[in-house]
């Protein structure tokens, strides 16, 4: 009988079916989740919001606990990752090298944790630290695959390091005349021969966004998907985005190095919404989406045809990361701190877009802003400020930004509530002399969203199983069972 029910509803298989062969066709997509923050998500709030979102991947900068245990037996391909001033030890001891990977690795896989690549260092060959990780970095990344063969992980773990695509260059601008870095040029051959001899892919992270900020000259449209002005016509090739040429010219790098069939991961590839003129909701958007659109037509770059395999930066904005490369890094996220979708966006996965994080736990609603008696010319206001900025976060706070239309009462404010918020609301957290008040009224506008912290110290919260998955493999079984049946 359930059988007889099964045949009659084929209609629905064929739209499982259909559904399955989305998730395959766009399992490139993951995403970076870091965790710079003062008020941080519960890990199993985010990992509900990666399934709710359909993201197959996720990428880490370390192997926190809490995390990792949130990922168990989810399915979720993980990236994990060795900070920069780990290199060091783990480069010149091999018993480092085999606790980490027994305590980050060997025991998260075996609790179902779907490790599948450790990065070791996260961009190490960056200009801004002056060399300091260029011995380090190899030696560690073999002393990690030393360990992971020894917990006899090597073949399904593959250990990788997320570059910075500064790492190769053109002199010409044409990705033709790719080639590495003349100082780290050696290194880096040293690097893609051990990831070639270990069947590990290459990993870059491209930011068209960084372009655009260096380079007041750089054509805006080139920076997007949807064609562009001024082309770069390299050989018979036209590149109309910079992602393209960018990429290719690492693929140029690779092949004349003799290694042009290494893998490619694209470790991150994002755009900002906040902190810098060009940093907005639409040009995210319309970046996010491009990109997305882009590689799930499979076609992949004219040098390297196929699929691509992609992680967003990022998930969620961070507020305490450094803004010294400036102050869009806290604005990274497709989502807000509090797990709120900044935009819409169709990764192809599930049809309702983007939604926001489950049962978030807010703080009261009161914020602290500038006492209405209190006077602009106030000895004290300029040093509150500076103090509140410098302790909180007032990134959003400039030209062509979201708070950037504020008055000079609104900034003040601004500037108030966002220490008052990070000191989870603290009453001595809104004194400033006397020049603050608490109040219930939400100063947030149409732009400027002036925020209430989340609550950080619950450790339990609200966790699922996916039903829908289950339901689909559910199905899946029995109809399988039902056409074997019919088969006699
Ligand atoms: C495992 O990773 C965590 C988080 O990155 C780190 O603090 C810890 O030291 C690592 N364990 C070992 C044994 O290295
Ligand atoms: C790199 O060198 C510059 C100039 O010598 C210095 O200001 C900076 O602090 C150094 N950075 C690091 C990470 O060592
Ligand atoms: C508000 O603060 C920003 C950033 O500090 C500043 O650029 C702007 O001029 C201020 N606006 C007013 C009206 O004071």
């Known amino acids: 009988m359930v059988c007889g029910a099964m045949r009659g509803l084929w209609v629905i298989k064929v739209?499982?079916?259909y559904w399955f062969m989305l998730m395959v066709s766009v399992g490139g997509i993951g995403a970076n989740w870091g965790t710079q923050t003062s008020h941080p998500l519960p890990s199993d709030t985010v990992v509900q919001l990666l399934k709710d979102d359909g993201f197959q991947k996720l990428k880490l900068f370390d192997a926190e606990e809490e995390t990792m245990n949130a990922l168990r037996k989810t399915g979720i391909e993980v990236m994990v990752g060795i900070p920069n001033d780990m290199l060091q030890i783990l480069a010149t001891s091999t018993r480092a090298a085999q606790?980490?990977?027994?305590?980050?690795?060997?025991?998260?896989?075996?609790?179902?944790v779907n490790i599948r690549y450790v990065a070791v260092g996260?961009?190490?060959?960056?200009?801004?630290?002056?060399?300091?990780?260029?011995?380090?970095?190899l030696p560690a990344m073999q002393n990690i695959q030393g360990a992971l063969a020894q917990a006899g992980?090597?073949?399904?773990?593959?250990?990788?390091v997320p570059l910075n695509a500064d790492v190769y260059q053109s002199s010409s601008g044409r990705p033709s005349d790719g080639d590495f870095r003349a100082d780290i040029r050696d290194l880096m051959l040293s690097i893609i021969k051990f990831q070639s001899d270990n069947g590990s892919p290459f990993t870059v992270n491209i930011y068209?966004?960084?372009s655009l900020y260096n380079d007041p000259n750089f054509p805006v449209d080139y920076a997007f998907f949807d064609g562009t002005s001024s082309p770069v016509v390299d050989g018979s090739i036209t590149y109309t985005n910079v992602f393209d040429a960018n990429h290719d010219t690492l693929i140029w790098a690779l092949r004349k190095n003799g290694f042009g069939n290494l893998p490619i991961i694209v470790g991150e590839i994002g755009w900002p919404t906040d902190g810098d003129m060009n940093a907005n909701l639409q040009f995210a958007q319309k970046f996010n989406q491009g990109f997305i659109t882009h590689i799930s037509t499979g076609q992949g770059t004219p040098m390297r045809p196929g699929p691509i395999d992609a992680y967003l930066f990022s998930l969620i904005d961070e507020d305490e990361k450094s803004i010294q490369p400036g102050n869009f890094e806290r604005h990274w996220g497709i989502y807000t701190f509090d797990g709120l979708p900044k935009y819409q966006m169709n990764l192809g996965?599930?049809?309702?877009?983007l939604v926001r994080a489950r049962n978030v736990k807010y703080l009261d609603k009161k914020w602290c802003v500038f006492?209405?008696?209190?006077?602009l010319a106030d000895a004290n206001v300029a040093p509150s400020v500076s103090y509140a900025c410098a302790n909180a976060d007032c990134t959003s706070l400039g030209y062509k930004t979201s708070c950037g239309g504020l008055d000079a009462r609104g900034n003040i404010s601004y500037a108030?509530?966002?220490?008052?918020q990070k000191n989870d609301q603290d009453d001595v957290a809104c004194g400033f002399n006397n020049l603050a008040t608490i109040t219930d009224k939400d100063p947030t506008t149409s732009t400027c969203r002036f925020e209430i912290m989340i609550e950080t110290d619950s450790g339990s919260s609200w966790r699922t199983d996916s039903i829908q998955s289950r339901f689909a493999l559910v199905f899946h079984l029995l109809y399988l069972y039902c056409l074997f049946l019919t088969m006699f």
């Open 15 to 17: 739209f499982v079916l």
């Open 153 to 160: 992980l090597s073949s399904r773990v593959k250990v990788t």
């Open 371 to 375: 006492r209405p008696t209190a006077s």
């Open 208 to 210: 068209p966004f960084i």
């Open 122 to 137: 996260n961009e190490p060959f960056l200009r801004t630290y002056n060399g300091s990780f260029l011995q380090n970095t």
């Open 416 to 420: 108030f509530n966002s220490y008052y």
């Open 99 to 112: 606790a980490w990977v027994s305590q980050n690795v060997s025991n998260h896989f075996n609790d179902g």
């Open 349 to 353: 996965v599930t049809n309702g877009g």
